[in-house]
């Protein structure tokens, strides 16, 4: 059996583009911006967006006033 490892990795659409979101809200100056946990399963991406301002919620009980910001399919 031949084994291939790929020379990078990505994200799934719906991933990448949740990510993008976030991004596209930083750079728009909007904010603050929480997430319910971490938007994805990747350390590196979840401390930049923290860098950027974006804070990481463990529960629903850390808002005290939530805006839900769903996007059009």
């Not at 990795?9 to 990510?19: D, N």
């Amino acid at each position: 059996m031949e084994v291939i490892r790929a020379k990078s990795a990505g994200f799934c659409f719906g991933v990448e583009r949740a990510v993008n979101q976030v991004y596209d809200q930083i750079k728009n100056g909007n904010g603050p911006i929480y997430t319910l946990g971490p938007i994805i399963h990747n350390e590196e991406v979840v401390k930049d967006l923290e860098q950027k301002g974006v804070i990481v919620l463990r529960s629903e009980e850390e808002l005290d006033t939530c805006l839900l910001y769903t996007s059009p399919s």
